[in-house]
């Protein structure tokens, strides 16, 4: 059932300013980590040991169980910022795209999706901020029909990641990415909305006026109760390719991504409109 009760109505812009509903990426849309799902690819192709698939599969074990907190979360970026300094930027991207469908279309919550397609139907932008890398998000947000993205950008010298961080898509970081995309699109924040699971998003759920919680971690659903936030629960990932019936016998090339993003979008508003009338 949805239980999102401002479902159909449409918004017209105004001279008060656009508006933006920004998602979080793992847990809230995808049910995995974004980072987690391409462990295998890229153990195959050479990128990833043994030792890091292990120690990748316990902290996505820890991240399913009880989401993370400040101090995991440093943790994990200082992990994850050595374990790929020397990766080659092409190879991951090529790895990304031709997995893609493979690894992350099972994984999408039909919440998530239909939330999404409601957003787009009342004329509202939808941005994918996630602390995940930018190779990663972007594909993944563009198969979900997004406006923008936010993530987390790794240096690169001579086609290769350093091992430094440019900028880090986390916690505060997130506000300064959607402040910067509100100056540049004309977002009025407190028209706009926001979607996390995690606690350590408080700072990107307060920076809208309708923040809501989805499938909170106990310290997020303490502080969404306290505030009188909405609370969804997510629990059904689907394939997208195949709830709309269209071929999946192939997997995804980089220059197919932004075809189906139309594609998907299309169907899911075509399949809630009908759904209303």
């Known amino acids: 059932m949805r239980t999102y009760a401002y479902a159909g109505r449409v918004d017209s812009p105004t001279a008060d300013g656009r508006v933006a509903a920004f998602f979080d990426l793992d847990k809230t849309v995808i049910a995995k980590s974004s980072t987690f799902v391409f462990s295998k690819p890229f153990y195959a192709q050479g990128l990833l040991n043994r030792r890091d698939v292990l120690e990748s599969s316990y902290a996505h074990f820890l991240f399913m ?125 407190s028209r706009c909305y926001a979607y996390s699971d995690s606690v350590t998003d408080l700072p990107m759920l307060t920076a809208v006026g309708h923040p809501t919680a989805v499938n909170p971690d106990r310290n997020l659903r303490r502080e969404a109760v306290a505030k009188g936030w909405p609370i969804l629960t997510f629990s059904n990932p689907v394939s997208l390719w195949a709830r709309f019936q269209a071929p999946s016998s192939t997997t995804l090339a980089a220059t197919a991504v932004v075809g189906l993003s139309a594609v998907l979008a299309g169907a899911i508003s075509y399949r809630l409109l009908r759904r209303r009338s």
């Not at 279309?105 to 004329?123: M, N």
């Not at 939808?126 to 930018?134: F, H, L, N, P």
Request: aromatic share 6%.
């Open 65 to 189: 169980l009880s989401g993370a907190d400040h101090d995991q979360m440093e943790r994990m970026r200082a992990h994850l910022t050595n374990m790929c300094a020397g990766w080659d930027v092409e190879q991951v991207k090529s790895i990304v795209a031709e997995t893609l469908h493979e690894l992350v279309d099972p994984l999408i919550y039909a919440e998530a999706a239909d939330l999404i397609a409601d957003h787009k139907i009342r004329g509202h932008d939808v941005v994918i901020v996630s602390a995940s890398g930018e190779e990663i998000v972007g594909p993944i947000a563009e198969v979900l029909g997004a406006s923008h993205t936010a993530a987390t950008r790794m240096v690169v010298a001579d086609g290769k990641y350093t091992g430094e961080v440019d900028f880090y898509c986390y916690g505060e970081g997130k506000v300064a990415a959607i402040e910067k995309l509100a100056a540049s699109e004309g977002y009025d924040l």
